[in-house]
């Protein structure tokens, strides 16, 4: 499909430049060679033909156990109440719990699901429907354990502050298509916000610009974006035009196209004024679409978010991020599952089969995750899981992934990845890919040295694929 | 065909930065010319550190086999860079070279190849690795900065820009100096000051001015990483406002750079080292704190040496060694071992806070001390023979009676809560890491005493904790809710029997008051502290506490827990004791816990078992002969003697009351030496779970030795830093002042000055600063003055189309720079402007408005405090504004202010469409406006005419043009009808009569100077 249908893409700065501004002539011969300064966000073709274009990642923060949604093992439910072999443990390090703790059965029964067989937990029944057009990937691992750490790896490919995010490297990398909203969207829901904070979105050392924006379901979309009290859109029109003027005047004078620039900012700030607000009126919706996500205007919810996703991607937006920070079960397993899947579970696959429907699910890459798993072991009595960063499932859906396959394994506990291991970097490595980057090439200089999203590692995992 | 395009688009993007200075010689050159092209491309593979396919290119020995002189398309280089003859193209799976690149080589292997031995790299020769030398200035007599700059231009064919106009001289200089700009009657009174030395006695002015601290101290900041809070999940407020206060005074007081640098790496090694010199430590303080459940304090405590080893090479090192952490550095010298022995300097220091007190409070302080000592020395006046009778006191005063033994527990994980308890040598517990506000701890000991009769809890102090502690409370205070213990056979461990207590005592029993407002659980119960009775009276709701107010309450402490039956059983026992800590507050992600600190735990067999009444530093001074104690401990001796000797009943109430007037401190993080050298490793790839050889401190071998009878710690560490023949820490410092003032540095990386960043712009000029920076008592004022009086500084911005497309980022500086300004001064200027900036220096960070829901979840990960100020600090500099470092405040954020992750040198300078919606509706922004407004109609005169000067003077320091002023009138006249006063004027209709106009005309007069406040000019510095 066509990168959005409201703009066709192209050389924003430039044909804006003519079109909009009136800016000098003299400036504009300058806008040639000053392009690459003065809009950083034009489109950018990727290194290679791209399977993807762009991505919505549903970050689960908190941690979902996969051993009561993804990844079943009676052998578990066998040896409920005793501990783990000796031998497994050497070396584990674990957040709050004994490590020799006595191992926890899994609290849910599991069904193959679809064409493709999936397994899948009985708190999935939405999910279930739409098993074949998915990607599970039951092996992945990373190196952090505790939740900070973790996001920040699993969203920045590093344990360490201060490194631009998946979402800022793709917009480096890509730019946006989109003339009326920001490259990168970030929404929350859930208990809490995420762990790792604004880091998780964060642009590093990557120009600011690349920075995702947080979007918010209700009241003001965007920070700042309404007029104040008392100025309405014909006196703010007026103002704006003033601004311009006077901006352009001080060009001819001055000669710096930074000026350009900043009329540049000024305008797309005015059209995001009513893009933003049309883009969250969820009213315009219809009902039946509503009712598939379980939305319902004006009351914030992840549902909401994930229709709000969908309409961002439809509007050029590259890369969408939904927080759902609820995930986190030392407690309280089965209760807390229940909620968060029926919160979630429903507008998860309503997001995949309405990308579908619209002929977005092929170029659209829809990543769902948290930072690591669950313990095999019980924490507290009998209904609590600890962090676990050896072993857990994740799943991924469109933008040339192959559907309707299941890849890994763990061991008979849910324990260790056994096959196919995929880790983080793996899948920054697959993602950057299917975006047509060779994760290796796209870097950034930074303190004498070229950083990427992988670092130093990272392998494209070719089994998720599409041929 | 993609690939092209991106390389294309890179390839305009390096070229603008770079500026490929010369043209193509007639000569190839192999040092200036073919050996950057090796040093960019080929060594990362066929270099020092790696050799693959076993070439190295970086000596002429190595590389013969594959060029054959004077013959180019024969050789194997050549061939391989083209992609000719079949072979892999190089760089192997990278971007082919540029072609102008190719071509020097090939010319430079037709022209012979010449490679002479001299130019084997030895990256330790590397420019920015030997000290400065002053160079010889070009053209003697001036200001040197303008010889350097002009000789450069006449290189270039290029002539420096005429002078500014002095209003725009005065907005620049005032910007950079200070951070705001000039006020009416500063720009009138330099408008007409006719004397040649005009624009000096202004610089001299504002390097004089208060606020030149506060600018300056904001851009320090960035590369301390301050922030208010902890970083991470729980994203804690913290306290380290004095440190910013103190960098503040630094700047205002001229303090040397290099005595700036030593007191922030060891202030508290300096002799006698004063209040100040140990709130600078807090530099090091600055870094993340993660204390979310479930961590090891170990791996977060080398997160921050790992923290601090980049803020020291970024801020003031001027290198970039963290690459260094997990291996040798792949292009500087710089071995893995050199980290480590670097860090060993730093990586010998306890982590608590200290107590600090501002200037008023410390006389009041010392008043009050004074105070005491004076009725203690009134007492001794008073009675002959005081000494007699006090070591008559002190020879009846029992020693402890009891004998104890210390148990060593193990800790049950599973009930603390989440925070770790760290036993220690002594056999006592530091608690460290996330603090849970209610928990109740096990500890399970295991004994073959029997008869035991009573149990000992002692509260110590520990340098990890807050004002030492003996607890976890911001204050350094905690309380014991209760005091349990089940005991059982050891052989059927799980047949346990509470241990009923019978009576309990402590060294110090405060009368009941409730729980401070921190603490609050909003159960809305009466809960309180008070004396160890409460620990068991089996009740939640009381607690023993021990605050005794300021001055007094970080004091160890003692309770003694007599059992009803003594304890035990033959054949050994399994001993469980609970602390319960309960009295916290309801926000465990907050600063709300009230834990004990640091804990030990004994048992005795005697019977009668008592607390020690007497005060553990009096104790210890008892200890020692009368003879040979010091004046502090005979003091204290004395002092707790006359507390007890009922005839002084009376000055001992006058002293009590005098300590219930103690200021209340501050806290301030900071750093202290441990006793004994904590042995630093190698870490195995920077794991801290892979250790590996013990390193000793040392510096690395290329860059300065370590000066002669340095201490081998933080001190030494810092006159290795400040020595005059350290090649990197004055240049690193000029480097990152000339790209604050101009836009960019010599060097462009102000963070790396190493072998992997682009060559100086003006290396001599570079070195010439540098060396006069460190000659004029490395003061950063002289430097400053230095370069804001050249011709090079003064001189217009406005540029050509032809200059642009030479030099569009200004590295040539045949121009005034021109940039829009950092995002507090954005904000400063609107306030300053309009008028509604408080001039208040220093304290507390304040709470400016700001979107409520940014500070609770889903956004924020737990709810954060943000009462939004609403007197004098709604209006402070932005420097004030605290800043919680997950949730960055918004108007700030937009405008690329760091937030304290890591260090930064080096701003970004976007320009978003976030900005525009921030300075045209964000609050605070609008207010600015209205009162700009407000002030313009009262103040700007009879006519809209004279109104809007003034006004656009306020806003831009110069006069607006006729073209200007028509715009803006015409704005102001089509709004008068349009808008809605009271709603953007924000007052009632009853009001009106305060206003200087009709609300139609204010408000409309807000509308022109909301657009002035949105303009690109007011937010550049020209």
């Known amino acids: 499909m066509k990168p959005s249908p409201k703009n066709n893409g192209g050389h924003i700065s430039r044909r804006w430049f003519i079109d909009q501004c009136g800016v000098g002539l003299g400036a504009f011969a300058l806008a040639d060679l000053m392009q690459a300064a003065t809009d950083p966000l034009a489109p950018k073709p990727p290194q290679f033909p791209p399977k993807a274009k762009r991505v919505i990642f549903l970050f689960m923060a908190g941690a979902p156990s996969h051993l009561e949604l993804f990844d079943y093992k009676p052998q578990l439910a066998k040896f409920n109440g005793t501990l783990p072999p000796a031998d497994l443990l050497k070396g584990y390090r674990s957040a709050f719990i004994n490590p020799n703790s006595k191992l926890l059965g899994p609290k849910f029964a599991f069904a193959k699901h679809g064409q493709s067989g999936a397994e899948l937990s009985e708190l999935l029944p939405s999910l279930a429907g739409v098993a074949d057009d998915i990607t599970i990937v039951k092996s992945m691992v990373t190196d952090a354990f505790n939740h900070a750490p973790g996001q920040l790896l699993m969203n920045t490919g590093t344990q360490i502050f201060g490194r631009p995010s998946m979402g800022a490297w793709v917009t480096y990398g890509l730019g946006s298509e989109s003339r009326d909203l920001p490259a990168f969207v970030v929404m929350s829901s859930g208990a809490k916000g995420p762990s790792g904070g604004s880091q998780c979105w964060g642009s590093g050392f990557l120009p600011t610009m690349y920075q995702g924006v947080q979007f918010r379901g209700s009241g003001d979309p965007v920070l700042y974006l309404s007029n104040p009290p008392g100025i309405d859109a014909s006196i703010q029109r007026d103002s704006l035009d003033t601004i311009r003027k006077l901006n352009q005047t001080r060009l001819d004078v001055t000669g710096d196209p930074e000026i350009a620039t900043r009329i540049n900012s000024f305008e797309m700030a005015f059209r995001m004024q009513s893009s933003a607000p049309e883009l969250m009126d969820l009213g315009k919706e219809s009902k039946q679409t509503l009712e598939m996500y379980g939305a319902e205007p004006g009351r914030p919810s992840f549902a909401n978010n994930c229709l709000l996703a969908r309409r961002l991607v439809e509007r050029g937006v590259r890369f969408v991020q939904l927080y759902h920070e609820s995930w986190d079960q030392h407690g309280n397993l089965v209760k807390d599952l229940k909620k968060n899947c029926k919160d979630t579970d429903q507008p998860c696959a309503a997001l995949i089969k309405d990308l579908k429907q619209r002929g977005m699910l092929d170029d659209t890459l829809v990543i769902w995750g948290g930072e690591f798993g669950r313990t095999p072991m019980v924490q507290g009595g009998d209904d609590g899981r600890d962090h676990h960063p050896n072993a857990f499932t994740m799943w991924l859906a469109g933008g040339g992934t192959k559907p309707g396959i299941t890849i890994g394994e763990s061991d008979e506990l849910g324990f260790n990845v056994t096959k196919d291991q995929v880790h983080v970097h793996d899948l920054h490595a697959t993602v950057l890919h299917l975006l047509g980057f060779d994760h290796t090439k796209l870097t950034h200089r930074f303190q004498g040295r070229d950083f990427r999203l992988t670092d130093v590692q990272g392998n494209v995992v070719q089994k998720l694929i599409n041929g | ?1022």
């Open chain 2, 1 to 1022: 065909m993609t690939p092209i395009v991106l390389r294309l688009t890179h390839h305009v993007y390096w070229a603008l930065i770079l500026i490929a200075p010369h043209a193509a010689a007639a000569t190839v050159d192999f040092k200036r010319d073919i050996q950057p092209i090796f040093e960019k491309s080929c060594y990362r593979c066929h270099g020092p550190a790696r050799q693959l396919g076993k070439l190295r290119l970086d000596t002429n020995k190595a590389a013969t086999s594959i060029i054959r002189a004077g013959v180019a398309a024969d050789s194997p280089l050549y061939k391989r860079l083209t992609g000719a003859g079949g072979e892999a193209r190089m760089p192997m799976g990278g971007n082919p070279l540029d072609a102008a690149d190719i071509d020097k080589v090939k010319q430079w292997i037709d022209q012979g190849a010449d490679w002479p031995d001299a130019a084997a790299i030895d990256k330790t020769k590397h420019w920015a690795f030997l000290p400065p030398q002053r160079p010889r200035v070009p053209a003697p007599g001036g200001n040197p900065i303008d010889a350097f700059i002009r000789a450069r231009l006449a290189e270039e064919k290029l002539h420096p820009s005429s002078e500014a106009a002095k209003a725009t001289l005065l907005r620049r200089v005032s910007l950079d100096l200070t951070g705001l700009p000039p006020t009416l009657d500063e720009l009138n009174a330099f408008l007409a000051d006719p004397s040649p030395r005009a624009f000096d006695k202004q610089v001299d002015r504002l390097l004089a001015s208060p606020h030149y601290g506060e600018r300056w101290a904001r851009w320090w900041l960035d590369a301390a990483r301050y922030a208010d809070s902890d970083g991470y999940e729980k994203d804690k407020p913290r306290f380290v406002w004095f440190y910013r206060d103190w960098v503040i005074n630094a700047f205002n007081r001229g303090m040397p750079y290099n005595q700036f640098i030593t007191e922030q790496l060891a202030g508290d090694l300096l002799p006698n080292p004063t209040q100040d010199q140990l709130v600078a430590t807090g530099f090091l303080r600055n870094s993340m704190i993660n204390e979310e459940g479930g961590i090891d304090p170990e791996q977060f405590r080398m997160e921050s040496m790992f923290d601090r080893m980049d803020a020291v090479s970024k801020a003031m090192l001027g290198l970039t060694l963290n690459c260094a952490q997990c291996h040798n550095h792949k292009f500087d010298p710089f071995k893995q071992e050199d980290y480590y022995r670097v860090m060993a300097f730093l990586n010998n220091s306890h982590e608590g806070s200290i107590a600090v007190y501002t200037e008023s409070q410390q006389k009041q302080r010392a008043a009050l001390l004074q105070r005491i000592r004076e009725i203690e020395a009134t007492i001794q006046q008073r009675t002959p023979g005081w000494q007699e009778r006090e070591s008559r006191w002190e020879s009846g005063l029992k020693l402890t009676s009891a004998e104890w033994t210390v148990i060593r527990p193990e800790v049950d994980d599973i009930t603390d809560g989440g925070q770790r308890y760290l036993p220690m040598p002594d056999g006592s517990f530091l608690a460290q890491g996330y603090a849970p506000t209610k928990h109740r701890v096990r500890f399970i000991a295991k004994t073959q005493l029997e008869n035991i009769t009573a149990f000992r809890l002692e509260l110590m102090n520990d340098p990890n904790l807050p004002m030492h502690g003996p607890g976890r409370s911001i204050w350094g205070t905690g309380a014991l809710t209760e005091f349990e213990a089940d005991v059982a056979p050891a052989s059927e461990p799980t047949k346990t029997t509470k241990v009923k207590f019978v009576r309990a005592s402590a060294d110090i029993d405060l009368p009941e008051k409730p729980l401070d407002a921190i603490f609050d659980d909003k159960s809305k119960k009466h809960r309180i502290t008070g004396p160890i009775a409460f620990a068991i009276d089996g009740k939640d709701d009381t607690s023993w506490g021990w605050d005794n107010g300021p001055g007094r309450r970080n004091v160890p402490h003692n309770a003694v827990f007599v059992a009803e039956k003594p304890i035990g059983f033959p054949g050994g026992t399994v001993i469980n004791i609970y602390l319960k800590q309960n009295a916290g507050g309801w926000n465990s992600d907050d600063n709300q816990n009230c834990n004990l600190g640091r804990m030990r735990l004994s048992v005795t067999t005697s019977t009668n078992a008592e607390a020690d009444p007497v005060p553990a530093a009096v104790r210890s001074a008892l200890a020692i002969p009368a003879t040979q104690r010091t004046p502090a401990q005979s003091a204290a001796l004395f002092s707790y003697w006359r507390s007890t000797v009922p005839e002084w009943k009376e000055e001992n109430a006058s002293i009590e009351a005098l300590w219930r007037q103690h200021p209340e401190p501050a806290s301030q993080l900071a750093l202290e030496d441990r006793v004994s050298v904590r042995e630093t490793h190698m870490l195995f790839r920077g794991d801290f779970l892979k250790p590996g050889k013990a390193v000793t401190p040392g510096v690395p071998s290329f860059l300065n030795p370590l000066p002669e009878n340095a201490p081998l710690n933080r001190l030494g560490f810092a006159q290795w830093l400040t020595a005059r023949n350290s090649p990197t820490t004055a240049r690193a410092f000029v480097n990152r002042m000339w790209q604050s003032l101009f836009g960019t540095g010599f060097v462009p990386t102000s963070e790396d000055l190493g072998t992997q960043s682009e060559k100086p712009s003006h290396p001599e000029l570079l070195d010439w600063l540098a060396v006069d920076f460190m000659e004029h008592g490395w003061s950063i004022k002289q430097l400053q003055r230095t370069i804001v009086t050249s011709a090079t500084y003064k001189q217009s911005s406005n540029v050509t189309p032809e200059l642009l497309a030479k030099d569009p980022y200004n590295r040539l500086v045949a121009r005034g720079p021109r940039f829009r300004v950092d995002a507090e001064m954005v904000r400063d200027i609107a306030l300053s402007t309009s008028g509604l900036l408080s001039p208040k220096i220093g304290g507390p960070s304040v709470t400016p408005p700001a979107p409520e829901f940014l500070f609770l979840p889903p956004v924020s990960y737990g709810p954060k405090a943000w009462k939004v100020s609403n007197d004098e600090d709604r209006y402070r500099r932005a420097l004030y504004t605290f800043s919680y470092r997950s949730v960055p405040y918004p108007a700030l954020q937009a405008f690329d202010a760091p937030n304290g992750d890591a260090a930064c040198v080096r701003r970004g300078r976007s320009n978003t469409p976030l900005q525009a919606l921030t300075t045209l509706n964000e609050p605070v922004f609008l207010e600015a406006a209205r009162a700009l407004a407000v002030r313009t109609l009262k103040d700007g005169g009879a006519t809209d005419n004279d109104r809007l000067a003034y006004a656009f003077r306020r806003v831009l320091a110069r006069k607006p043009t006729s073209s200007e002023s028509s715009e803006l009138l015409a704005l102001l006249n089509r709004s008068i009808s349009k808008v809605k006063p009271w709603e953007l004027l924000d007052v009632k209709p009853e009001w009106a009569s305060v206003l200087p106009a009709s609300p139609e005309k204010v408000a409309a007069w807000t509308i022109v100077t909301r657009v002035l406040l949105n303009l690109d000019e007011t937010i550049t510095k020209e």
